[in-house]
């Protein structure tokens, strides 16, 4: 199976370190510890060699544009003997303007460089975008309105009320993401936020009190008219863009026959196997274009080709 992109395994969160103040200040101050900066909720890189690649912050860049303590750090996790630090600019910096155009560093969404970088790195900096999303948008305790601190290394926030002090949990939100099939073809459809000419697999959110199964055939239903049967299980991806998980499915149609609501989406086709061979030529396919390589809905799509016979 192809790579589950922004999950690498080679990551220990290391959960056990997130209530251990001595641990959490020794990597604080440890020189080998990398510091995972976001600025705007945007990623940072840096082009080397001809390649861009994840721009983590040194001991000198964080002399240089974090002078005072570190304001809420997030601990992350370890991989391969090295402690990583999630860290807001925004809160942050001093210098901040001056220090990216001296570096030339490159400011900007990951999913734009993702599939080419590093895998840990990549999946360090989409923990990173998640969890300070969070965090910006959890500033105030959702029970009395009093503001909220950061605690256990990040990963929760505490009213600071006395009289409530309630604990908040760092949210991910479930959407499933199904391929449907009818025989040799496929049900792909597009958003009118998508790049021109991409056709995806369809995605919904899943509701309270619903199982994953009801919401599929609920949002297949809603957006295209279709009822669906067989429905497997495929394997999940985070997808903290803001705050998604991505549950991804395989499900039958029992119908081709589409009503397709154009409030939802722009538009849906049957592709046939033939057609999605053309489409991984971007030379020969014309105007259609298959999701990014770094999302489940391409898996979904090549995993079908590849069992396809
Ligand atoms: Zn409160």
Known sequence: MSQTFYASSKIDRHSDFRSDA????????????????????KNLFQQVNEKIEAYLLNKEDLRLIVPNDIVNPIFLGVADNTNYIGLDLNENNSEFNLWIEKKSIIIDD???????????????LALTSGMFY?????????????????AEGGFVR??????????HFPRTDPAIITLISSGDRVLLGRSP?????MYSTLAGFVEPGESLEQALEREVFEEVGVRVENIRYFNSQPWPFPASLMLGFF???KHEGMRIDYNEIEDAQWFSI?????L???AISGEFKLPRVDSIARRLVDTWMANFN
């Open 22 to 41: 001595k641990i959490l200040n020794k990597i604080m101050i440890d020189d080998k510890t990398k510091f995972v900066p976001i600025w705007n909720g």
């Open 110 to 124: 990951l999913r734009k460089f993702g599939p080419t970088l590093n895998e840990v790195e990549a999946s360090f």
């Open 134 to 150: 969070w965090h910006n948008t959890h500033k105030f305790c959702g029970f009395c309105g009093s503001k909220n601190t950061s």
């Open 158 to 167: 505490i009213c600071s009320n006395s009289s409530c002090r309630k604990s």
């Open 193 to 197: 936020r998508f790049p021109e000419g």
């Open 251 to 253: 499900a039958e149609a």
């Open 274 to 278: 033939d057609q999605l061979r053309s």
């Open 280 to 282: 991984k030529h971007p």
